[in-house]
């Protein structure tokens, strides 16, 4: 069974930065890819960037060049944020994609963490 815990939510000023982090079971990476989505309030959940073991990633355009993800050898997977603006404000999730269909572009998740808020505003 695959466990995912986020943490590092919060309130940050338009322009900050925060970085999430969600904890994994240890095997996640044999089967998955972990990803980051975020439900802003009213809208569809989206998916914000994903990572590989191999350490491979992608990114929403909305999110490139002010987002990066991570991992590291806990298998602890972070999401900075930098540069934040009013519309990244969302409900921000930590899911595992298998890695077929990750890779055939099926981006629908299979295990969810509970979600953290982000919320940006002054």
């Known amino acids: 069974q695959v466990q995912l815990v986020e943490s590092g939510g919060g309130l940050v000023q338009p322009g900050g930065s925060l970085r999430l982090s969600c904890a994994t079971s240890?095997?996640?990476?044999?089967?998955?890819?972990v990803t980051w989505f975020r439900e802003p309030p009213g809208r569809e959940r989206e998916l914000v960037a994903g990572?590989?073991?191999?350490?491979?990633t992608k990114y929403a355009d909305s999110v490139k060049g002010r987002f990066t993800i991570s991992k590291d050898s806990t298998n602890t997977v972070y999401l900075q944020m930098d540069s934040l603006k009013p519309e990244d404000t969302a409900v921000y999730y930590c899911?595992?994609?298998?890695?077929?269909?990750?890779?055939?572009?099926?981006?629908?998740?299979?295990?969810w963490g509970q979600g953290t808020q982000v919320t940006v505003s002054a």
């Open positions: 899911a595992a994609i298998w890695l077929q269909k990750y890779f055939s572009g099926n981006l629908s998740a299979d295990y």
């Open positions: 990572i590989t073991s191999g350490e491979s």
């Open positions: 240890r095997n996640v990476f044999s089967f998955n890819a």
